[in-house]
């Protein structure tokens, strides 16, 4: 069982940083893809950014591309995702994800979860 805690929201104005940590534990991390999803209040979880395991192949959502990193430190079983020039649309809870197979930007497909992490842009 792969346990997933995030950390590194908060509050920031527009046009700020913020660095996402998600730390993992009870698997072997090093073989797992990882995303990145948030899901701001009255809509649907959605794909912010995926990991590869291997080769660290990145993909992004359009919203994000630019401004947006993710990257992972399998010595440290950990992902982060980099989020600069924040927009208040960015607003939302940010979850990390982990998946037993191949990478993959739909949110059903990921197997492992964490709690989330709030993330708020004033304007």
């Known amino acids: 069982q792969v346990q997933l805690v995030e950390s590194g929201g908060g509050l920031v104005q527009a046009g700020g940083s913020l660095r996402l940590s998600c730390a993992a534990s009870g698997g072997t991390f090093k073989n797992y893809p990882m995303g990145w999803f948030r899901q701001a209040p009255g809509k649907e979880r959605e794909f912010v950014a995926a990991?590869?395991?291997?080769?660290?192949?990145?993909d992004y959502a359009d919203s994000v591309k630019g401004r947006f990193t993710i990257s992972r430190d399998n010595a440290k079983n950990t992902v982060y995702l980099q989020m600069n020039s924040l927009k208040p649309e960015d607003t939302a809870v940010y979850y990390c994800?982990?998946?037993?197979?191949?990478?993959?930007?739909?949110?059903?497909?990921?197997?492992?979860w964490g709690p989330g992490t709030q993330v708020t842009v004033s304007s």
């Open positions: 994800a982990a998946r037993l197979r191949a990478t993959s930007i739909v949110v059903r497909d990921y197997d492992y």
């Open positions: 990991i590869s395991w291997r080769v660290s192949i990145t």
